[in-house]
């Protein structure tokens, strides 16, 4: 997975056992239509990259007195790859190529036009993203357009990022779970979005090159009212919403039971307000949380209120928070690679099923 730091370093820091604080207290700064004032999303602008990989496998600040010393790391192809000589930037990029040979490190997001499967285009169908409501236009002849801005400028990315080009805007994402019901995370909401947010479905890539962002009037919906919302500080974290009217779409099922740790889990979801990304071969690193489970999702801010799905296609939790998202190298912003240790189960977090399906009114 993207967020997985190779097991050459995770075994040449495990010796370090305090705690772990990686937060920036910079939040994203996404243009004005990608709000993200109430994610939990963070960019990563630090000096040394190589110190918050080590705090995150447990060094506390006075441990990072060993970067003086000549510490160097064997990879798994032989090479001995200096880890104090090395510039940021070659640190960024040789442990990338570690999790590539390691874990098999990729980017498993996938556009609409992408996915094959019929089950999970189905479920990509009842995903919908969050925007406010001043970034949604009305058209004439019965349309409605969404205001974006395109990724890699307004982010300020490497050339070499996924997805450059397309654009961005969305700030959450909910999911159908019935005609007329809509779900996501609490954070995405509060009772201000009665009035200041819109719910829109069909924003995707159709083709490599072709985005929809102009779709049919009943494509957008306003919100009625807030039938339940979570967000404490052990956790919890959810809403349910109701729509202004019925939605003519196929909503998802949820699954009857919490995952188990060691599951396969799969996401769908506007990250970083991108069009709709599907992200599979993840697993579930910890479920001993009352209210939500670690996995290996490859996520980003935007994914808030995502569903997350077992390998039967079926809802088991919402994406609520997350490791940061980027690194500064050099003079742009990659996608940051978060350190998982299985002992001490990083990864991102989702409210588990059972924490709110029961508050879902019956049809």
């Avoid at 967020?3 to 370093?9: D, R, W």
């Avoid at 496998?57 to 441990?63: D, F, W």
């Avoid at 947010?197 to 919906?221: A, H, L, Q, S, W």
Wanted: with cysteine; proline share 4%; net charge neutral.
């Amino acid at each position: 997975m993207r967020k997985l730091v190779s097991l050459a370093v995770i075994l040449f820091a495990v010796v370090f056992m305090n705690g772990c604080s990686i937060m920036s207290e910079k939040p994203v700064g996404v243009p004005s239509i990608g709000d993200r004032n109430r994610t939990t999303r963070y960019d990563v602008s630090l000096k040394d990259y190589r110190g918050i990989l080590l705090q995150c496998l447990g060094a506390t600040s006075k441990t990072f007195a060993y970067m003086a010393l000549p510490i160097a790391v064997t990879t798994p192809d032989g090479r001995t790859f200096d880890l104090t000589g090395a510039s940021d930037e070659d640190v960024y990029n040789e442990l990338h190529r570690l999790d590539n040979a390691i874990y098999g490190l990729k980017d498993d997001r996938k556009d609409y036009y992408q996915v094959l499967n019929v089950a999970v285009q189905r479920n990509m169908d009842a995903v919908a993203s969050l925007w406010r409501s001043y970034n949604v236009q009305r058209n004439l002849y019965g349309t409605m357009t969404v205001k974006t801005v395109r990724y890699g400028h307004a982010m300020g990315l490497c050339k070499s990022e996924p997805f450059w080009e397309q654009p961005i805007g969305a700030f959450c994402t909910g999911f159908l779970v019935a005609d007329d019901i809509v779900i996501t995370a609490g954070h995405c909401t509060n009772s201000g979005s009665l009035e200041t947010c819109k719910i829109v479905f069909g924003y995707r890539m159709d083709t490599p090159t072709r985005v929809i962002t102009t779709v049919p009037n009943n494509d957008v919906y306003g919100i009625k009212e807030i039938i339940a919302r979570r967000q404490t500080s052990g956790g919890l974290d959810f809403a349910i919403l109701r729509l202004d009217r019925k939605c003519d779409r196929p909503y998802l099922k949820l699954a009857t039971e919490d995952v188990k740790k060691g599951d396969s889990v799969y996401i769908i979801g506007y990250p970083v307000g991108l069009p709709i990304k599907y992200a599979d071969e993840a697993r579930v690193l910890d479920v001993s949380d009352k209210y939500t489970f670690q996995a290996t999702l490859d996520a980003y801010g935007g994914n808030s209120g995502s569903p997350v799905f077992n390998d039967k296609n079926e809802v088991v939790g919402i994406l609520v928070r997350g490791m940061p998202d980027f690194v500064t190298v050099g003079n742009c912003k990659r996608s940051m690679m978060i350190p998982v240790d299985t002992e001490k189960y990083f990864g991102e977090s989702v409210t588990k099923i059972s924490q709110f399906k029961d508050l879902i009114p019956e049809e």
